[in-house]
């Protein structure tokens, strides 16, 4: 039986170093079912599920953090969720920048209770226009009970010149 696991590591980027990881991963019969990674500035953080023999786990867990010293790795169990009824919603949100605009959507998503399932931020200084734009992508998982409206309606509600669009 397989052993699912996630891991999750940090550090500087290196040539090869996802392919590094999945290779070592294959070595011990192990394969990521699913993974995600994220660069800035030099460092990335990656995610990833991990199905193992059961009895590789722990052997495979040890030789990544030998041969790969510079970096951090975290483990932790797979929690199953409960099932729950919800409806997907993926949309964009751009308007003029402000301080704590990123706070008040963060606060606004997690009043209603909705899942965060990715949320992009950019921040693009417009020179034509002489100010910042922002710029967000989500995509969330509503409970049953939210609306696709009241959500739109309330993240419009961050800026006077805010604008959502469903996708």
Do not use: Y
Request: with cysteine; aromatic share 6%.
């Amino acid at each position: 039986m397989k052993k699912l696991f996630i891991t999750t590591v940090i550090g500087p980027i290196t040539p090869g170093i996802i392919k590094s990881l999945a290779e070592v991963t294959r070595s011990f019969e192990g394969e990521w079912l699913t993974s995600k990674v994220i660069k800035v500035d030099g460092h990335f953080s990656a995610m990833m599920k991990v199905a193992i023999a059961q009895e590789a786990e722990a052997e495979l867990k040890a030789k990544f953090e030998s041969e790969f010293a510079a970096l951090r790795f975290f483990f932790d169990e797979v929690v199953t969720e409960a099932e729950t009824v919800s409806t997907a919603l993926h949309l964009t949100l751009d308007c003029g920048d402000r301080a704590g605009l990123t706070r008040d959507i963060v606060d606004i998503l997690s009043n209603l209770d909705l899942v965060i399932e990715h949320m992009e931020f950019n921040r693009v200084h417009v020179s034509t226009i002489g100010q910042t734009v922002f710029s967000s992508t989500l995509n969330l998982a509503i409970p049953e009970g939210i609306s696709t409206e009241s959500v739109v309606e309330l993240l419009e509600g961050v800026s006077e010149d805010a604008r959502v669009s469903i996708l």
